[in-house]
């Protein structure tokens, strides 16, 4: 493709190259696929603008899939289906918000907060951390998504009921 090289200054034809690229990441070799473009003109590398993610934050992405972690993504997912804050759902698991902002930008979370927020995506959970901590959410919000997760809890109870007497 013709585009402009950053080191030229001009139009050039620039190409794109795959290469494996192995991340250490707490102790483990993670191999990922990296990309990069090259300008056949001056023989310059350099970084995809356009690419979606860089390669550390794959080789994250593929660590947390060996070890069944929660990906920033997920995260962010059940954040807004509650339509939490960022900061009103680090006050619920007792983070500080740059924190949560990190995950869910893609760093990588530890294993200890990878423990709390799974059991937190429960919903009787997290009532019980909304319980715990009574002003982390104003009276309407907590009011309205508490509502909303009793609902839920009740919709899983009678589904395992279900199950129980053999119907699903
Ligand atoms: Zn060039």
């Not at 603008?49 to 593929?62: C, G």
Request: hydrophobic share 30%; proline share 4%.
């Amino acid at each position: 493709m013709k585009d402009i090289c950053p080191i030229c200054e001009a139009k050039r034809e620039i190409v794109n190259i795959v290469f494996p690229e192995v991340f250490k990441i707490r102790g483990e070799d993670i191999e990922v696929e990296s990309s990069c473009l090259k300008c056949l003109t001056c023989n310059s590398i350099f970084d995809d603008p356009l690419a979606d993610d860089d390669s550390v934050s794959k080789a994250y992405r593929e660590y947390r899939r060996r070890h069944g972690m929660v990906q920033p993504d997920e995260l962010k997912r059940f954040r807004i289906k509650y339509n939490l804050t960022q900061s009103e759902l680090s006050e619920i698991l007792g983070w500080g918000v740059a924190t949560l902002h990190r995950y869910e930008n893609g760093s990588l979370q530890t294993a200890e907060h990878d423990k709390e927020l799974k059991s937190a995506m429960e919903p009787h959970n997290l009532l019980q951390l909304i319980y715990e901590n009574p002003d982390a959410l104003s009276e309407d919000k907590k009011k309205r998504v508490i509502e909303e997760l009793q609902k839920e809890e009740q919709e899983t109870f009678s589904k395992e009921e279900l199950k129980h007497v053999g119907a699903l």
